[in-house]
């Protein structure tokens, strides 16, 4: 019934909208001021910029977009437009203070709250499913896992706290599986919420390989580092190796070591290196040249998301590696519930069916490919989300972390950065050609 599916539509709208700002207001208020409109890093935006560019984009899309009303503030459009201005240069705009952001962005909410009430969930493409809607949640979803980075970023004591993962036993499964060759569907065209660049579903043939059970730990990538990976340029690619050596890099980034131990600084707090947890923030080079190392090579996007969405008994594509069902806590670490990846070996119950763990949450997964659009795109709704960013430059990160909100990652959905990005929350898993 099409109608029952559109009020399931909009429930599951408005509670998305309501998810995303329960959060963005938690990001916002457990720092004063002075922490909103100060820039932590050149990386990154001032906090109190996220804020109203949250705002600013649900008023350009819901209620410019969608239902036809006037700008409330035509004059701020421009300070919020994310290719007007680059990151370093945000704190120097004229930026709504704290309270007008915040004012605003309640202002847009509420007026989006009744534009939703009435949409039609059928017509035309933007509000179709409540796409609009979906998006906008995403959107300000995407822009809470930007502001977690800030958050990491920024010097100073603990403001965020969440209960760590349940420990789990030391994982003793196999260390790797093997993903059949042949073709399977790769992308979507009926997620309803799916974005531009996942879409259309297509075929893809995969030539067999096998792929690792768990993330890459920070064991592992300790070997590396301790078997002196970032001495050896024969493991980096020319660039990535150029790219070490300017920066000094020895390390993940916000690790230090001590003696014979490593620690590293985790919103506000210094802790010792959990071995047996996924290794965080490191660069496209790094987890390239770990690889390499280890005798293996980063999965391409196609494997990944063949070892992702792939069920041999069905010989079909599903949603999640644990089948078609939304996303529940003892699937994947997803939604901010914790502030760190669950240990290697976590969350059995989101195993896919050749038995690959925690594909989905955690951390976002490098992949070997370069960021491009699938046969058949079309940039929808505006060429700015995806199709600017298709090139070599960017390399695709699959799966989502433990920052993502479930509404914000499916099997087949896609992020991007530059190679050298590691203030992410970026680890990887490793794969390799099976001999055939
Ligand atoms: C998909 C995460 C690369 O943050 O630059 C937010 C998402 N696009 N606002 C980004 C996005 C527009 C985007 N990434
Ligand atoms: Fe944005």
């Not at 969608?66 to 705009?93: C, M, N, Q, S, W």
């Amino acid at each position: 019934d099409p109608a029952l599916d559109a009020e399931a539509l909009r429930e599951r709208a408005v509670a998305s909208l309501i998810t995303a700002r329960d959060r963005t207001t938690l990001l916002t208020s457990c720092v004063d001021g002075p922490d909103l409109t100060a820039q932590h890093s050149p990386l990154m935006s001032p906090l109190v910029w996220d804020l109203a560019h949250i705002g600013n984009q649900e008023e350009q899309w819901l209620l410019r977009a969608v239902a036809g009303h006037e700008a409330i503030r035509p004059e701020i459009d421009t300070l919020y437009d994310a290719f007007e201005h680059p990151r370093a240069e945000r704190p120097k705009l004229p930026l709504l203070p704290p309270e007008e952001a915040r004012r605003y962005a309640a202002d847009v909410r509420g007026r989006a709250l009744d534009v939703l009430e009435r949409a039609a969930f059928h017509g035309t493409r933007l509000t179709e499913a409540g796409f609009a809607f979906g998006m906008i949640a995403q959107h300000e979803q995407q822009h809470d896992e930007t502001m977690l980075i800030t958050h990491q970023l920024r010097r100073g004591p603990q403001v965020l706290t969440a209960p760590d993962p349940e420990p789990v036993p030391l994982f003793t499964g196999p260390a790797e599986v093997l993903v059949p060759g042949g073709p399977f569907t790769m992308g979507t065209s009926d997620e309803p919420w799916a974005l531009d660049n996942e879409r259309p579903a297509h075929r893809r043939e995969v030539a067999p390989f096998r792929i690792d059970t768990t993330p890459v730990t920070n064991a592992a990538y300790r070997a590396f580092i301790e078997d002196g990976g970032y001495d050896e340029p024969r493991w980096w690619t020319a660039e990535g190796w150029a790219h070490i050596r300017r920066n000094s890099l020895t390390a993940p980034l916000f690790w230090r070591r001590d003696g014979k131990q490593w620690l590293r600084r985790r919103f506000g707090v210094t802790e010792v290196v959990p071995p047996d947890e996924p290794v965080l923030h490191v660069c496209w080079y790094e987890a390239d040249a770990y690889a390499r190392w280890a005798g293996r090579r980063l999965p391409t996007e196609a494997e990944w998301e063949k070892a992702a969405r792939y069920d041999p008994a069905g010989d079909r594509s599903m949603r999640y590696p644990w089948g078609d069902a939304e996303p529940a806590p003892e699937h994947a670490n997803l939604g901010q519930r914790h502030l760190r990846p669950a240990p290697a070996g976590s969350y059995p119950a989101g195993e896919s069916p050749l038995g690959v763990r925690q594909l989905i949450g955690d951390v976002w997964e490098w992949t070997a490919s370069d960021f491009l659009p699938y046969p058949g795109f079309r940039a929808f709704p505006y060429k700015e989300y995806s199709e600017v960013f298709f090139g070599p430059e960017y390399k695709v990160l699959r799966g989502g972390s433990f920052a993502v909100d479930p509404v914000a990652c499916r099997g087949t959905f896609r992020n991007w950065d530059l190679p050298i990005r590691r203030q992410i929350f970026s680890g990887f898993r490793t794969a390799r050609s099976e001999d055939v």
